[in-house]
């Protein structure tokens, strides 16, 4: 429970942040978990989870949100239960990550309860899988049915606070910079965000394309207005452009990119493939995935595609990118997690 005036510090806090004072803000968050805030220690904890506006110290990060989780704080309980699903700084379990998820809707976290509601019949929901090729070579594969409508919900619901303008990455500068080959918004979810139902959706996707979950970059959901688009482009890695190379080396080639159609009250917004000659419309919960490297991870060039823009309503679908080595590597703790 929080002492004197460390609730004070949270406040102060988030005056810093508004000013762009980040190490002031770090400052006040470690008085009020020195203090015995743990709202403060639960805000540390992520922040330095994610290297969020801080150092980027997951360990430290992770044990602060432990020590939350087991004292009571409620969204330290749902960032624990989303590592547990993960690996992280903890034993992989999703048992354990699900008896989480229930203390913290216990403890009146509502977006945990929010996802309890969603997931409904876990295991009939989560452990089934429909596919069927729409191109043998290059791989292009449709899953129906492949989340419920109420994950759907779900996700568009956590994404609309979310949403800010599509970037894309400039090679020369080295930095995320607003194009017109992309006029969509989007809705990021980092280390610090994902929640145990994001890594279920993970896990299912690694089920269907048959690449390790742990490949998987950080997930992103893509909201299109009308006349909104992501034009003719690529998603693998290109290593012909400067730093690409590196990029390579350090990350993997981006092998598999994996999109969920969260609606279907829209006209237009077809997912175009030029070269090969045809687009898909997905449909409410439906995946689908492309394989964009050949078998020696060089870029296959007839993977061309777009997301053509809606002519009237709003699309929404989920963009998750796979590499082709792991991203999160899980590191063992000193002691499990266990709830309480």
């Given at each position: 429970m929080p002492h004197g005036n460390s609730h004070a510090e949270l406040t102060l806090a988030a005056q810093h942040d508004a000013a762009g004072r980040y190490d002031e803000a770090i400052n006040a968050l470690a008085r009020g978990t020195g203090a015995g805030d743990l709202t403060c220690k639960?805000?540390?904890?992520?922040?330095?989870?994610a290297g969020d506006r801080a150092p980027a110290l997951p360990p430290e990060g992770a044990r602060f949100l432990q020590e939350?989780?087991?004292?009571g704080e409620p969204e330290a309980a749902a960032r624990i239960a989303a590592l547990t699903a993960l690996g992280l700084y903890c034993k992989q379990s999703w048992q354990e990550a699900l008896r989480w998820l229930t203390v913290a809707a216990e403890r009146h976290w509502q977006p945990a309860q929010e996802q309890l509601i969603a997931l409904g019949?876990?295991?009939s929901e989560w452990t089934s899988l429909s596919r069927r090729d729409l191109s043998a070579d290059p791989r292009i594969c449709a899953l129906d049915s492949f989340i419920t409508p109420a994950v759907c919900d779900w996700i568009i619901t956590r994404a609309r606070g979310r949403l800010?303008?599509?970037?894309?990455?400039?090679?020369?500068n080295r930095q995320d910079v607003i194009g017109q080959t992309r006029t969509n918004s989007v809705a990021n979810f980092g280390l610090a965000d994902v929640e145990v139902l994001d890594v279920l959706l993970q896990a299912k996707m690694s089920r269907a394309c048959e690449v390790p979950m742990n490949h998987m970059e950080a997930p992103a959901v893509l909201c299109y207005e009308?006349?909104?688009e992501a034009s003719d482009h690529y998603d693998f890695v290109n290593p012909a452009i400067p730093d690409y190379a590196g990029e390579i080396a350090r990350n993997g080639q981006r092998v598999v990119t994996f999109l969920v159609y969260?609606?279907?009250e829209y006209e237009g917004g077809e997912t175009s493939f030029p070269t090969l000659g045809f687009s898909h419309k997905g449909r409410r919960g439906q995946g689908l995935f492309f394989v964009n490297a050949h078998a020696d991870m060089q870029p296959d060039l007839r993977m061309l595609h777009a997301g053509r823009p809606p002519t009237r309503g709003v699309k929404w679908i989920v963009s998750q990118f796979i590499r082709s080595r792991a991203m999160l590597v899980p590191i063992p703790?000193?002691?499990f997690y266990e709830a309480r």
């Open positions: 639960t805000q540390l904890g992520k922040r330095l989870l939350a989780a087991l004292q019949d876990i295991a800010t303008r599509a970037r894309v990455y400039d090679p020369v009308p006349g909104e969260l609606n279907d703790p000193r002691q």
